[in-house]
């Protein structure tokens, strides 16, 4: 066992794929220069050391690497393919939409993706062209796997699952949660280290997580929301109020098993997203909790999320953007009213 | 940097370049050390050692003429006048900044003067500039834009796509290409098999040409030209500055992925510097004149700051406005 980053799980994880699977390779901008950062949040810091051949910086061009990706992958490669930001996936949105995800079906069948994608998300202090939750693009496109994960546990093991699947796996990660370290360092940063166990283990992309247990209600987050679902989660806990916590952690599919389980238990739900509320991950999420667990809900869904703006720079205005614990708090008190 | 050339132009005009070249500097540096505090929110990308390509290429334009920018904007934002105090509150994120503190600095700009909010993701303004460039042309106005973009912009679809449009459409648009060499980290040697970026003007049909682009004069009068055949409807024209940024990518970079002995080449090849040499050769300009100009802009920027740091912030009902017109 020993303790890690995000940032440190995924940089094992991503080495152990490629020393297992000679067809895994990375593939991204300024992921492997020597003197460089590692990517931009250090992920694959000094990967290029182990494997010189299979680190392969690109050009400033995501359309181009997202599709040469898809390529090498349908030629029996394994591509991780890196955005600096997951803002940068819009770019190479076509080549993903109209390809990486489609090919398999439109080949009917004949054709396997299977290629993992990395983009960090979430505001931080850059501006509205750096700070998108892109999630909310990828979670409705067919023939693409979404996870988010918020823990380096998870991070290490979804992203071998990832590696491993046959098909497009998207992971989203956010920027305050890696524990970038040095000039690479975020303000603002919340602790998302675990505890890696020696050895190989991969985590299910297909399964939500309990992270606390309680029976008034219940609070669904994801990255950094899972992280204020359950600072908030303790808050409740000391006016009497026990919520059970989840991180959806896999977008697309949703696990509406645990999620499931979690609404029969406590008929009261409240969804937490980082992003704008309209046509966000949580109107789905929401409906889909609608449509399966009416009988068991005792008041509509509620959802936290940003207002319908892009995301602002100010300190001010983008701590107002961003959903938090007093807000989750606010919501479940209208619940439980 | 001639001192023949230096002697075509007056006085006045040359000392306002080198005023305008030590602003940024100045804005830079200060900048810098605000954020190393930890005083100013954000993160930044500077452009120490460019600051010849933006005086150089703004100087040659109009006050309406417009210009695209990217996430190193601000020396380009300076040299098309907008003003240091509006920049500074943006960059503390007070509402009274040049963008109300919602763009930030990443997205500095005023079209007051000439300057579209600067586009952070690489390329993505080098296409609105041939929209833009575009618009001059079916609006039959005299306008012309310069879209600044790196050396890593250049791999970019909508470079392609942005200026094979400006060139079948001979639209007024001026490429400026700043070439500091390196696209983050990655060296522009790594990203292109050509010798130079100027000679992907060929691929399009239209004129490239590569500048020593720490030689502010140099760049002025590449600009110059390439604006003049704008304006005669023979645009467009893509300008290579050749130049390098003598500070770290973003925020706390230690340049490691740069050889040592090519940094300090580049830092004794600075332009401020250069151009201050070469201007004193001048008879009518001393060290005193020099000095003089760079005390009265470090005034200019202490008391930019100073209302920078106590400009008011926004309130949280400013998050829900300007989002539709
Ligand atoms: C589409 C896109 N991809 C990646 C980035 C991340 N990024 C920001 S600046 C930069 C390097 C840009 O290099 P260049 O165009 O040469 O400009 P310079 O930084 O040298 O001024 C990169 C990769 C981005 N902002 N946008
Ligand atoms: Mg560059």
């Known amino acids: 066992m020993k303790r890690m980053s995000i940032a440190e799980a995924l940089r094992e994880g991503i080495a152990e794929e490629m020393a297992r699977d000679e067809a895994v390779f990375c593939i991204g901008e300024d992921i492997s220069v020597p003197g460089g950062w590692g990517g931009a949040f250090t992920v694959t810091l000094g990967l290029e050391k182990l494997f010189p051949d299979r680190m392969i910086d690109t050009p400033i061009a995501e359309a181009g690497f997202f599709g040469v990706s898809v390529g090498a992958a349908v030629m029996g490669m394994r591509p991780i393919a890196d955005v600096q930001y997951g803002d940068f996936l819009l770019c190479a949105m076509d080549q993903i939409h ?30 509205a062209q750096h700070a998108r939750s892109t999630e909310r693009f990828f979670v409705g496109t067919p023939g693409i796997k979404v996870v988010a994960v918020s823990t380096a546990y998870d991070a290490k093991g979804m992203l071998k699952a990832a590696v491993r699947d046959d098909n497009p796996v998207m992971i989203f990660e956010h920027k305050l949660l890696y524990g970038s370290k040095g ?23 297909d399964k939500a997580a309990v992270r606390r247990e309680g029976s008034d209600v219940t609070i669904i987050g994801w990255l950094l929301m899972a992280h204020l679902a359950a600072s908030a989660a303790e808050s409740l806990a000391a006016e009497g109020v026990e919520a059970d916590v989840i ?19 406590t008929g009261r739900v409240v969804i937490v997203e980082e992003g704008p509320k309209t046509g966000g991950v949580s109107a789905e999420l929401a409906a889909g909790i ?36 007093p807000r989750i708090i606010a919501a479940v008190h209208g619940l439980m009213r | 940097m001639g001192t023949d050339t230096i002697k075509k132009y007056e006085k006045e005009f040359l000392l306002g370049l080198y005023e305008r070249m030590f602003l940024i500097r100045e804005f830079e540096e200060q900048v810098k ?26 100087t040659a334009l109009n006050n309406d003429d417009f210009i695209t920018s990217t996430h190193r904007p ?37 079209v007051d003067k000439g300057m579209l909010p600067a586009i952070a993701i690489v390329g993505g303004g080098i296409p609105l500039a041939t929209g833009m460039g575009l618009a001059f042309k079916m609006k039959k106005t005299p306008q012309v834009v310069a879209t600044f973009f790196g050396d890593g912009a250049t791999s970019e679809g909508a470079f392609h796509e942005g200026i094979n449009m400006a060139a079948i459409w001979d639209l007024p648009v001026v490429f400026v290409c700043e070439n500091n060499f390196y ?97 004193v050769t001048r008879d009518d300009v001393d060290e005193g004149d020099l000095e003089a100009i760079r005390s009265q802009v470090e005034q200019t920027v202490v008391s930019a700051i100073k209302v920078g740091r106590s400009a008011p912030e ?12």
């Open chain 2, 33 to 58: 050390f605000l954020f190393l505090e930890g005083v100013m929110p954000g993160t930044i990308h500077q452009c120490q050692g460019q600051e010849a390509t933006a005086v150089g290429v703004c």
């Open chain 1, 183 to 205: 000039a690479r360092a975020e303000s603002g940063a919340v602790d998302a280290t675990s505890e890696i166990p020696e050895g190989d283990y991969t985590v299910p992309l």
């Open chain 1, 290 to 325: 609608a449509e399966r667990f009416s009988d068991s809900l005792k008041a509509p869904v509620v959802r936290v999320a940003s207002p319908d703006v892009p995301v602002p720079f100010a300190p001010v205005l983008e701590n107002a953007y961003r959903p938090d614990p």
């Open chain 2, 74 to 110: 601000h020396g380009h934002a300076l040299a098309k006048g907008v003003s240091p105090e509006s920049m500074l509150i943006e960059l503390f994120g007070g509402v009274t900044g040049c963008c109300k503190g919602k763009g930030g600095s990443m997205h500095i700009g005023d």
């Open chain 2, 183 to 279: 696209g983050a980290s990655t060296h522009v040697n790594k990203v292109t098999r050509l010798k130079c970026i100027a000679d992907r003007a060929a691929g399009y049909g239209i004129r490239g040409e590569t500048v020593d682009g720490n030689d502010v004069l140099a760049v002025y009068e590449a600009a110059q030209t390439a604006v003049q055949e704008c304006r005669d409807g023979k645009g467009p024209v893509l300008l290579e500055l050749e130049t390098y940024r003598i500070t770290g990518h973003s925020r706390r970079d230690a340049c490691q992925y740069q050889p040592k002995e090519e940094r300090e080449r580049w830092k004794n090849n600075e332009p401020i510097g250069a151009f201050g040499r070469v201007l």
């Open chain 1, 98 to 127: 109209s390809n990486a995800s489609m090919l398999r079906y439109m080949s009917g069948g004949t054709v396997k993706v299977p290629m993992v994608m990395r983009a960090p998300v979430g505001a931080t202090g850059r501006g």
């Open chain 1, 247 to 265: 991180d959806a952690r896999s977008l697309s599919p949703f696990d509406y098993d645990t999620i499931g389980a979690s609404v029969r238990k």
């Open chain 2, 314 to 325: 926004p309130t949280v009902a400013d998050l829900l406005t300007d989002v539709y017109a």
